[in-house]
C-alpha cells in the first residue's frame, strides 16, 4: 500500500498509516514537530491521504472535527509531544460527547525518558482516557519484530474499529518513537491486514451473509469452539453447520457441544501426525465461537499457519481478540443465528474442490483416536488411566467441574463420552477458587456435580468445604500427584532442578480429617483396583462424597508426555 515516495524506515508508523488507509481515513491533519517526524513523514508519502498541516493543535483538532462531522469518515490528527497533545483536549472532549470518530496519534519519547527531566515530554498515556473511547500505546522497541508488527497492526485496527463502531467516538494512539527521527527507506512493505466488523446490523442485510456463505462454501473450514454454556440452539446450529463437507470441527470439551462423530479428539490429532502433514492439511479459514482455548496445540497449530488462513471470530468481544494471528472479521452477533444463516446459504452451492477436507480430516481423527486409544489401554497405574477410569464411569447427567493444572487437560483427551455439562474457570484459568465455583455451580443443578481438581488447587481453595449447604449431589475428586503436576509436564519447567520444590511445592492436605470435619464421606483410591472399587460408590445418590486418588507425580507426566508422542503408524 506504500506509495512510491520514500517513506520513514519507523515500521510501526507505515503500519499505523497502512490500517488507516485500509479501513477509510482520507484526511489527516498535521501539527509541525521533531518527534512526530516519522509520523508525519509517513502522512506525506501517502498520496491517498489529503494531509493539512496546521501548527496550533488546539484549532487543528477542532477543524478535524468539523471535517469528521461533514464527511461522516473518521479523521486522523497528528502531533508531537509535551504540551502539544494536551491543545487537542477540547476538540476531544466535543468529539466525544458529539460522536465524532477522531484518530488521535500523538508522538512520544520512548517510556525510559518520561519523568526524567528531558525536554518537552510529560504523562502522555491515557492523557485523554476520559474522553476517548479507548487509549493505546505503541512501543518505541521491536520494530522489526514479527509479533510486534502483528500487535500494532492489530491495535490499530482495534482502534479503527472503536472509533467507528455502535457510538462513535475519539480514540487515542500514543506513539513512542526513539531516534533517529528523520530516516527514511524505499524498502516496500508488506500489504497489512484489515479486520473488518460486522454487526447485527450489517448482516441483517442478506446480501452480506450470501456473500459470506460463498466464501464459506468455497473454504477449507476448521469451526473452533471454546468454552461455552450449555446452549441448544448453538448446539443444533454447529452440529448442521459441521456437516457440511469441507468443515472439520475442533470443539473443545469446555464448548459444551456434542457432535459425535464429526468432533475431532484435538490433543490427539494434532500429536498423532508430524507437523508438515497437519501444516498440509492446514484450513484457510477459520470459524470460531467460544472463549478461550485450552489445547496449546490448537493454538501453536493455528498459528503457525496463520500466513495461509483467515479467521471470522463469531460472537461478542470486549475487544479485537486474535488467538490465531490471523483475524479478518469479527462478527458481533449471535453466533448460532450467524452459523446457522451461513449453513442455509453455503449448503445451496456446495464447492466440489473442497469437498475433501472434512472427510481427509475425518480419516485423520480415526487413526489419531484409536492409535491414543490403544496406548491409553496399554498404560499402567497414572493419572491418565485412573482419568479414563473415572470418565467412563460418570453418569452422563452430571455436570462436570474441572480446574486448571491438568484436569481440565485430561478431560479433554479422554472425553469421547460427554457429561452433560462441562465448566472450569478458564476466564483467566486460575485455581484459586475452583472448588468454591464447583459448589456455586452444584447450588444451581438439581443433579449431580462432581469437580474433578488437583490436589493444590484443592489445598488452596479449602474455605469451599465450609461453605453453607452444599448440596449432598455433590462430589469431590482430587487427584493427588504431591502438588502442581502440570509443572513436571510444560516444557519451561519440567527440566528444573528447582521444579520439585518451588513449582510442584506438594501442598499438606489432610483431606479425611476435613472430610470427616466437614461431615463429607471419604473415600481413597491408590491403584486401579481400588478405584474401581470406590467408583462403584462414588456416583451413586445420598451423602457427599470426596475421592482421593493417589498416583504418582512424575510417572504420569511421562505417561501424558509419551501419550502425546504416538504417532499414527504410516501405512
Ligand atoms: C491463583 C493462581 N496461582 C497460580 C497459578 C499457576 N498454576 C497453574 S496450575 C498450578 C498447579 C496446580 O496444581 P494442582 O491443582 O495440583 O493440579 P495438577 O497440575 O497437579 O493437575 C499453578 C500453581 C494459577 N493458575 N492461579
Ligand atoms: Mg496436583
Given at each position: 500500500?506504500?506509495?512510491m515516495l520514500?517513506?520513514?524506515?519507523k515500521?510501526?508508523?507505515?503500519?499505523?498509516?497502512?490500517?488507516?488507509?485500509?479501513k477509510?481515513?482520507?484526511?489527516?491533519?498535521?501539527?509541525?514537530?521533531s518527534?512526530?517526524?516519522?509520523l508525519?513523514?509517513?502522512?506525506?508519502?501517502?498520496?491517498e491521504?489529503?494531509?493539512?498541516?496546521?501548527?496550533?493543535?488546539?484549532?487543528?483538532?477542532?477543524?478535524?472535527?468539523?471535517?469528521a462531522c461533514v464527511?461522516?469518515?473518521?479523521?486522523?490528527?497528528?502531533?508531537?509531544?509535551?504540551?502539544?497533545l494536551?491543545?487537542?483536549?477540547?476538540?476531544?472532549?466535543e468529539?466525544?460527547?458529539?460522536?465524532v470518530?477522531?484518530?488521535v496519534?500523538?508522538?512520544?519519547r520512548?517510556?525510559?525518558?518520561?519523568?526524567?527531566?528531558?525536554?518537552?515530554t510529560?504523562?502522555?498515556?491515557?492523557?485523554?482516557?476520559?474522553y476517548?473511547k479507548?487509549?493505546y500505546?505503541?512501543?518505541?522497541?521491536g520494530?522489526?519484530?514479527?509479533?510486534l508488527?502483528?500487535y500494532?497492526?492489530?491495535?490499530m485496527?482495534?482502534?479503527?474499529?472503536?472509533?467507528?463502531?455502535?457510538r462513535?467516538?475519539?480514540?487515542?494512539?500514543n506513539v513512542?518513537?526513539?531516534e533517529?527521527l528523520?530516516?527514511?527507506?524505499?524498502?516496500?512493505l508488506?500489504?497489512?491486514r484489515?479486520i473488518d466488523?460486522?454487526t447485527?446490523?450489517?448482516i441483517?442485510?442478506?446480501?452480506?451473509?450470501?456473500?459470506?456463505?460463498?466464501?464459506?462454501?468455497?473454504?477449507k473450514?476448521?469451526?473452533?469452539?471454546?468454552?461455552?454454556?450449555?446452549?441448544?440452539?448453538?448446539?443444533?446450529?454447529?452440529a448442521?453447520?459441521?456437516r457440511?463437507?469441507?468443515?472439520?470441527?475442533m470443539?473443545?470439551t469446555?464448548?459444551?457441544?456434542?457432535?459425535g462423530?464429526?468432533?475431532?479428539d484435538?490433543?490427539?490429532?494434532?500429536?498423532?501426525?508430524?507437523?508438515?502433514e497437519l501444516d498440509r492439511?492446514?484450513?484457510d479459514?477459520v470459524?470460531?465461537?467460544?472463549?478461550s482455548?485450552?489445547?496449546?496445540?490448537?493454538?501453536?497449530y493455528?498459528?503457525?499457519?496463520?500466513?495461509?488462513?483467515?479467521?471470522w471470530?463469531?460472537?461478542?468481544?470486549h475487544?479485537t481478540?486474535d488467538?490465531?494471528?490471523?483475524?479478518?472479521?469479527?462478527?458481533?452477533?449471535?453466533?448460532?443465528?450467524?452459523?446457522?444463516?451461513?449453513?442455509?446459504?453455503?449448503?445451496?452451492?456446495?464447492?466440489?474442490?473442497?469437498?475433501g477436507?472434512g472427510?481427509?480430516?475425518?480419516?485423520?481423527?480415526e487413526?489419531?483416536?484409536?492409535?491414543k486409544?490403544?496406548?491409553v489401554?496399554?498404560?499402567?497405574?497414572?493419572?491418565?488411566?485412573?482419568?479414563?477410569?473415572i470418565?467412563?464411569?460418570m453418569?452422563t447427567?452430571c455436570?462436570l467441574?474441572?480446574?486448571?493444572g491438568?484436569?481440565?487437560?485430561?478431560a479433554?483427551?479422554?472425553?469421547q463420552?460427554?457429561?452433560?455439562?462441562?465448566?472450569?474457570?478458564?476466564?483467566v484459568?486460575?485455581?484459586d477458587g475452583?472448588?468454591?465455583?464447583a459448589?456455586?455451580?452444584a447450588?444451581g443443578?438439581?443433579?449431580?456435580?462432581?469437580?474433578?481438581?488437583?490436589?493444590?488447587?484443592?489445598?488452596y481453595?479449602?474455605?469451599?468445604?465450609?461453605?453453607?449447604?452444599?448440596?449432598?449431589e455433590?462430589?469431590i475428586?482430587?487427584?493427588?500427584?504431591?502438588g502442581?503436576g502440570?509443572?513436571?509436564?510444560?516444557?519451561?519447567?519440567?527440566?528444573l532442578?528447582?521444579?520439585?520444590?518451588y513449582?510442584?511445592?506438594?501442598?499438606?492436605?489432610?483431606?479425611?480429617?476435613?472430610?470427616?470435619?466437614?461431615?463429607?464421606?471419604?473415600?481413597?483410591?491408590?491403584?486401579?483396583?481400588?478405584l474401581?472399587?470406590?467408583?462403584?460408590t462414588?456416583?451413586s445418590?445420598?451423602?457427599?462424597?470426596?475421592l482421593?486418588?493417589v498416583?504418582d507425580?512424575?510417572?504420569?507426566?511421562?505417561?501424558?508426555?509419551?501419550?502425546?508422542?504416538?504417532?499414527?503408524?504410516?501405512e
Amino acid at each position: 500500500m506504500s506509495g512510491m515516495l520514500q517513506d520513514t524506515d519507523k515500521t510501526f508508523c507505515r503500519i499505523l498509516f497502512d490500517v488507516m488507509l485500509g479501513k477509510g481515513v482520507r484526511d489527516v491533519v498535521c501539527s509541525p514537530g521533531s518527534r512526530n517526524a516519522p509520523l508525519l513523514i509517513a502522512a506525506a508519502s501517502r498520496e491517498e491521504l489529503h494531509k493539512h498541516v496546521v501548527v496550533d493543535e488546539r484549532s487543528a483538532a477542532f477543524m478535524a472535527l468539523g471535517m469528521a462531522c461533514v464527511s461522516r469518515r473518521p479523521v486522523a490528527l497528528v502531533c508531537t509531544s509535551g504540551t502539544a497533545l494536551l491543545n487537542y483536549a477540547p476538540a476531544v472532549a466535543e468529539a466525544f460527547y458529539q460522536s465524532v470518530p477522531l484518530i488521535v496519534l500523538t508522538a512520544d519519547r520512548p517510556e525510559q525518558w518520561i519523568d526524567q527531566d528531558d525536554s518537552q515530554t510529560l504523562r502522555q498515556f491515557e492523557a485523554f482516557s476520559n474522553y476517548v473511547k479507548k487509549s493505546y500505546e505503541i512501543p518505541s522497541w521491536g520494530d522489526e519484530d514479527r509479533e510486534l508488527q502483528w500487535y500494532v497492526n492489530r491495535i490499530m485496527n482495534d482502534a479503527m474499529i472503536e472509533a467507528t463502531s455502535r457510538r462513535q467516538g475519539p480514540v487515542h494512539v500514543n506513539v513512542r518513537l526513539g531516534e533517529p527521527l528523520g530516516r527514511k527507506t524505499r524498502n516496500p512493505l508488506p500489504s497489512q491486514r484489515i479486520i473488518d466488523m460486522l454487526t447485527s446490523d450489517t448482516i441483517a442485510n442478506r446480501e452480506v451473509v450470501k456473500e459470506l456463505a460463498a466464501e464459506v462454501a468455497g473454504s477449507k473450514v476448521m469451526f473452533v469452539a471454546g468454552f461455552m454454556p450449555p446452549d441448544s440452539r448453538m448446539q443444533r446450529a454447529a452440529a448442521e453447520f459441521c456437516r457440511l463437507h469441507n468443515v472439520v470441527a475442533m470443539t473443545e470439551t469446555l464448548s459444551n457441544l456434542h457432535l459425535g462423530r464429526y468432533a475431532c479428539d484435538i490433543d490427539a490429532v494434532l500429536t498423532a501426525f508430524p507437523d508438515e502433514e497437519l501444516d498440509r492439511m492446514a484450513p484457510d479459514l477459520v470459524v470460531s465461537v467460544g472463549g478461550s482455548l485450552v489445547s496449546r496445540k490448537l493454538k501453536e497449530y493455528l498459528r503457525r499457519n496463520s500466513g495461509r488462513c483467515r479467521h471470522w471470530s463469531l460472537g461478542w468481544h470486549h475487544t479485537t481478540s486474535d488467538c490465531f494471528q490471523s483475524l479478518t472479521k469479527r462478527v458481533e452477533a449471535d453466533p448460532a443465528r450467524m452459523l446457522h444463516s451461513l449453513y442455509v446459504e453455503a449448503m445451496k452451492k456446495p464447492d466440489s474442490s473442497v469437498a475433501g477436507f472434512g472427510p481427509l480430516w475425518e480419516k485423520a481423527k480415526e487413526q489419531a483416536s484409536s492409535a491414543k486409544r490403544r496406548y491409553v489401554e496399554s498404560i499402567s497405574w497414572s493419572e491418565l488411566k485412573a482419568f479414563s477410569m473415572i470418565l467412563s464411569k460418570m453418569p452422563t447427567t452430571c455436570n462436570l467441574f474441572l480446574s486448571n493444572g491438568t484436569s481440565v487437560r485430561y478431560a479433554q483427551l479422554l472425553g469421547q463420552r460427554l457429561p452433560h455439562a462441562s465448566y472450569c474457570n478458564r476466564g483467566v484459568s486460575g485455581i484459586d477458587g475452583c472448588s468454591s465455583t464447583a459448589v456455586g455451580c452444584a447450588k444451581g443443578f438439581k443433579g449431580m456435580t462432581v469437580l474433578v481438581t488437583g490436589d493444590m488447587s484443592m489445598a488452596y481453595d479449602l474455605n469451599s468445604l465450609a461453605l453453607p449447604d452444599i448440596p449432598s449431589e455433590m462430589r469431590i475428586i482430587v487427584m493427588d500427584n504431591r502438588g502442581g503436576g502440570i509443572f513436571r509436564f510444560i516444557r519451561s519447567t519440567s527440566q528444573l532442578e528447582e521444579r520439585e520444590e518451588y513449582f510442584c511445592a506438594p501442598p499438606v492436605l489432610p483431606l479425611r480429617q476435613l472430610a470427616a470435619g466437614y461431615g463429607w464421606e471419604y473415600l481413597e483410591a491408590g491403584d486401579e483396583k481400588e478405584l474401581k472399587a470406590s467408583l462403584a460408590t462414588f456416583f451413586s445418590p445420598g451423602n457427599r462424597k470426596i475421592l482421593r486418588v493417589v498416583c504418582d507425580g512424575e510417572s504420569s507426566a511421562e505417561i501424558l508426555k509419551r501419550y502425546m508422542e504416538v504417532r499414527v503408524d504410516k501405512e
